[in-house]
Antibody, heavy 118, light 109 residues
Framework: QVQLAESGGGVVQPGRSLRLSCAASGFNFRVYGMHWVRQGPGQGLEWVSFIEGGEGREFYADSVKGRFTISRDNPKNTLYLEINSLRAEDTAVYFC???????????WGQGTLVTVSP | QSALTQPAYVSGSPGQSITISCTGTNSDIVNYDYVSWYQHHPGKAPKLIIYEVNSRPSGVPNRFSGSKSGNTASLTISGLQPEDEADYYCSSKRSVIRVFGGGTKLTVL
């Protein structure tokens, strides 16, 4: 059974940094691309970042480029998202998700809440 | 502002059918048959229900169907059931990234 469990969210002051983690199990993590998707309060889903399987390339939404860094530790089956210079508009639930074979996202975690507040 | 445009709300009675639209551009829906749909019950993990415009993952009831015409994709749910009440999101490939719609809240009256 595929499982994705995010952690690392919390209340953070503007300008600070935060690292989110996603522990994956139930599949061969190394070979799958992985996404971060976020949902702001009362808003829809926003694709944030993607990293290819293996030691693959990284891709970012324009809204986060330069401040967010996606990475993975394949031996630890863990996906990360480093968020720097946090802003109020980064307040959201951050979902970790597995890339599907049809340009879809076939498994999602339940998300971790990041609140940016003074 | 979301990349794909969906109606904010839709409703229907049990047993009825509803359709949710998802409007995109030449950069996404028009040029790629990689539209997917997700069901999200708040507080839970979103669930893939349609991929490649009109294919269903194993376990998704055939009450859920998808289609596409031009720049608009659609999700149809027939024989509405109370458990279908949720938020629904469309998504499309756009170059090497993904884009999502703003979501549609389905209320089963």
């Amino acid at each position: 059974q595929v499982q994705l469990a995010e952690s690392g969210g919390g209340v953070v002051q503007p300008g600070r940094s935060l690292r989110l983690s996603c522990a994956a199990s139930g599949f061969n993590f190394r070979v799958y691309g992985m996404h971060w998707v976020r949902q702001g309060p009362g808003q829809g889903l926003e694709w944030v970042s993607f990293i290819e399987g293996g030691e693959g390339r990284e891709f970012y939404a324009d809204s986060v480029k330069g401040r967010f860094t996606i990475s993975r530790d394949n031996p630890k089956n863990t996906l990360y998202l480093e968020i720097n210079s946090l802003r109020a508009e980064d307040t959201a639930v951050y979902f970790c998700a597995r890339d599907g074979p049809h340009w879809d996202v076939d498994w999602w975690g339940q998300g971790t809440l990041v609140t940016v507040s003074p | 502002q979301s990349a794909l445009t969906q109606p904010a709300y839709v409703s229907g009675s049990p047993g009825q059918s509803i359709t949710i639209s998802c409007t995109g551009t030449n950069s996404d829906i028009v040029n790629y048959d990689y539209v997917s749909w997700y069901q999200h019950h708040p507080g839970k993990a979103p669930k893939l229900i349609i991929y490649e415009v009109n294919s269903r993952p194993s376990g998704v009831p055939n009450r859920f169907s998808g289609s596409k015409s031009g720049n608009t994709a659609s999700l149809t749910i027939s024989g509405l059931q109370p458990e279908d009440e949720a938020d629904y999101y469309c998504s499309s490939k756009r170059s090497v990234i993904r884009v999502f719609g703003g979501g549609t809240k389905l209320t089963v009256l």
